[in-house]
């Protein structure tokens, strides 16, 4: 999830700390029936998952690329590396972030919306 702005892992997060915080989740990313670009480039690269770590790499993608909307190979690798799964679909989730940083619109001052 993001916290704040800021990307969290929600497991760690007690419900007494996240009280009066603004909360992102996979479910508000998609609006009026249609996905998210990050959640639509999951599905178009084959980067999901099992059901525990994609929601995860989702929003990891999404606050990934809310700070840098048009990175590098090795910014993608460094800047989600701390999201480990057993599932290794890593190729498709950089292909994912790739695909996603060109349709996420962006917001003023360089920042992205979404």
Do not use: W
Not at 3 to 10: F, R, T
Not at 30 to 51: E, I, K, R, Y
Not at 53 to 65: E, H, N, Q, S, Y
Not at 66 to 93: F, K, M, W
């Amino acid at each position: 999830m993001i916290m704040d702005g800021k990307p969290v892992y929600s497991c760690s997060v007690l419900a007494i700390d996240a009280q009066g915080r603004k909360i992102t989740t996979i479910e508000s990313l998609s609006a009026d029936g249609n996905l998210h670009p990050v959640q639509q480039a999951f599905v178009d690269n084959d980067a999901q998952q099992c059901g525990f770590c994609t929601p995860g790499f989702v929003m990891a993608c999404k606050a990934f690329l809310d700070e840098h909307p048009n990175p590098t190979p090795a910014q993608v690798e460094r800047g989600l590396g701390g999201n480990l799964c057993r599932c290794g679909t890593y190729v498709g989730i950089r292909a994912a972030v790739a695909q996603a940083a060109k349709q996420v619109p962006q917001k003023k001052g360089g920042r992205r919306n979404g």
